[in-house]
């Protein structure tokens, strides 16, 4: 460690120099006893060398480590509202990876989306620019919306790009209005054949998360940007077949029977979890 490096470094140099000094009172030592310390005093100068060299070359490898670009995930949860999750302290216990994972991150709490429509939001998160406030989808009516998206950026800084949704990207024009965005890589539900579509928006969120390791674990000469669009939490809200549901519900609502399918599949995103551990 640097620690021990340092030491090493500030105790051989009193060694050496506590030596030579002895070496040096000692004139009327026997020729024996001066070749026995000037030995001495010559294999600590050669460890405190080799000290200094192996803790040069120790930080020089986590130099080449930090000057490596970090690589970049962004995952959106769609149809998730912060009062769902349980980050910010609230009653459903739905995310238990992400609330553990948030003790050592950074968590914006009053994040505010001031449009509810997906296609909108998706061109605000890429391109950085107010969503057109409507109902009408503006993948579709704008596909050539001028602006430079972030894949765009990290790809000419080298990042290998890629889009990844369980859902269909022909509705509304979002594959039309992907391309020429800077993705090198853009993959649907057609894309990851692991389950049979679980309705007409597509297959299991845990198909996206497959994709992406899947992706990760791609050639790692150099940085990724991956951005996935989940699609389970989107009405019907189809569970997981097999996976059990959970009385989840901690509040009267007219709608109780949907909220408490909503509930349980957020819960099943816990698949996300996968990515901190693979990486």
């Known amino acids: 460690s640097s620690d021990v490096c340092s030491s090493d470094l500030e105790t051989r140099p009193a060694s050496i120099a506590a030596l030579t000094s002895r070496t040096r009172s000692n004139t009327a030592a026997s020729p024996a006893a001066v070749f026995r310390s000037s030995s001495r005093a010559a294999w600590n100068r050669a460890r405190a060398v080799a000290t200094v060299r192996r803790a040069s070359a120790r930080l020089g490898s986590r130099r080449l480590q930090a000057d490596r670009p970090p690589?970049?995930?962004?995952?959106?949860?769609?149809?998730?509202?912060?009062?769902?999750?349980?980050?910010?302290?609230?009653?459903?216990?739905?995310?238990?990876?992400?609330?553990?994972?948030?003790?050592?991150?950074?968590?914006?709490?009053?994040?505010?989306?001031?449009?509810?429509?997906?296609?909108?939001?998706?061109?605000?998160?890429?391109?950085?620019?107010?969503?057109?406030?409507?109902?009408?989808?503006?993948?579709?009516?704008?596909?050539?919306?001028?602006?430079?998206?972030?894949?765009?950026?990290?790809?000419?800084?080298?990042?290998?790009?890629?889009?990844?949704?369980?859902?269909?990207?022909?509705?509304?024009?979002?594959?039309?209005?992907?391309?020429?965005?800077?993705?090198?890589?853009?993959?649907?539900?057609?894309?990851?054949?692991?389950?049979?579509?679980?309705?007409?928006?597509?297959?299991?969120?845990?198909?996206?998360?497959?994709?992406?390791?899947?992706?990760?674990?791609?050639?790692?000469?150099?940085?990724?940007?991956?951005?996935?669009w989940s699609q389970q939490t989107h009405h019907p809200y189809e569970p997981t077949p097999g996976v059990p549901l959970l009385p989840l519900v901690r509040e009267p609502v007219s709608d109780e029977y949907d909220l408490g399918r909503y509930l349980n599949v957020l819960r099943s995103e816990e698949h996300t979890s996968e990515l901190q551990s693979r990486e």
């Open 71 to 228: 690589n970049v995930i962004l995952i959106v949860l769609e149809s998730v509202a912060a009062r769902w999750t349980g980050i910010n302290g609230g009653p459903y216990e739905t995310t238990p990876s992400l609330v553990q994972e948030s003790a050592r991150s950074l968590v914006f709490p009053n994040a505010y989306a001031h449009i509810g429509r997906s296609s909108n939001s998706l061109a605000a998160l890429l391109l950085s620019t107010y969503p057109k406030l409507g109902f009408r989808d503006i993948t579709d009516e704008y596909p050539q919306l001028p602006g430079t998206s972030i894949a765009s950026i990290l790809r000419s800084r080298g990042y290998r790009t890629s889009f990844v949704t369980p859902s269909d990207l022909s509705w509304a024009g979002w594959r039309t209005f992907l391309d020429g965005r800077g993705f090198q890589d853009v993959r649907d539900y057609k894309d990851l054949v692991c389950t049979p579509p679980l309705s007409s928006w597509g297959v299991e969120d845990r198909c996206m998360v497959d994709g992406m390791l899947s992706l990760i674990s791609q050639e790692r000469t150099q940085p990724f940007f991956i951005m996935a």
